[in-house]
């Protein structure tokens, strides 16, 4: 790193669990983002700030005038952008030092898997169930680690799921019948600041993983309760019958 990435990361640098040997780490690694949206926003923006060297975003809408309540990443001029777009203008001027790619669709089987393959850790910023399912089946495929955060009206959860652990639990066994209907924001709304709790928490899971440092949320589920400002850990037990991850461990 020269003085320029020295002092930029100082303050990160300075803690003795990231020092030198983890700025490197964060320098080289590979991001893939999936969902540029209210989760997406503060993730992608807290990666680049943090120095993580490559970021892949994902996404498929354009900004709407709907979305400027809680997805930061993106302003009013941004109206009628493609999502991608946007978010890779915005990290440009926050950190120039981070490589940004992105890929402006939703990616079909055989491209999620090599996506997942090629990064060193996948944040799923997605707002749907089927969609999170696939992710975390393509992640459990690669041995990718997966950082998974979801949010609406003034609720939040945050899960990491880790192939490398065959004794920890994927996503899909919370999710034992993948049939249910689930709700979106369209539908009941969400109260911004959650959404930048939630997506934050994403990126500090992210971080760790990628430095080595730290007790991930592997196996454990954070709910946040942001109308009481409670904070509660399940434990997710593995699934035996898991389509997913049954047969390992």
Do not use: W
């Amino acid at each position: 790193m020269d003085d320029e990435e020295l002092l930029r990361y100082s303050r990160q640098i300075m803690l003795p669990e990231i020092d030198i040997d983890g700025q490197e780490k964060l320098r080289a690694a590979h991001a893939l983002i999936i969902g540029l949206g209210g989760l997406g926003s503060p993730v992608a923006m807290y990666l680049a700030a943090a120095g993580v060297g490559r970021l892949t975003l994902v996404d498929f809408d354009t900004v709407d005038l709907s979305n400027l309540q809680r997805q930061i990443i993106h302003s009013s001029a941004d109206i009628g952008r493609l999502k991608v777009d946007s978010a890779r203008e915005r990290l440009a001027a926050l950190n120039p030092l981070v490589e940004v790619a992105t890929l402006a669709h939703a990616l079909a089987a055989d491209e999620l898997a090599a996506a997942v393959a090629a990064a060193d850790v996948v944040l799923d910023c997605s707002d749907n169930l089927a969609t999170r399912l696939a992710i975390n089946a393509a992640c459990y495929a690669a041995g990718t680690p997966l950082v998974i955060g979801a949010a609406i009206r003034m609720e939040g959860q945050a899960l990491v799921v880790d192939p490398r652990q065959p004794q920890a639990p994927c996503y899909r066994c919370l999710y034992r019948d993948a049939g249910e209907v689930e709700e979106t924001c369209t539908q009941s709304g969400v109260l911004a600041p959650i959404v930048g709790v939630v997506g934050s928490l994403q990126a500090l899971e992210a971080i760790k993983l990628l430095c080595g440092v730290g007790e991930p949320l592997l196996g454990r589920l954070l709910l946040i309760d942001a109308a009481a400002m409670e904070f509660t850990e399940v434990r997710v037990p593995k699934f035996a019958g898991c389509p997913v991850c049954g047969q390992a461990g």
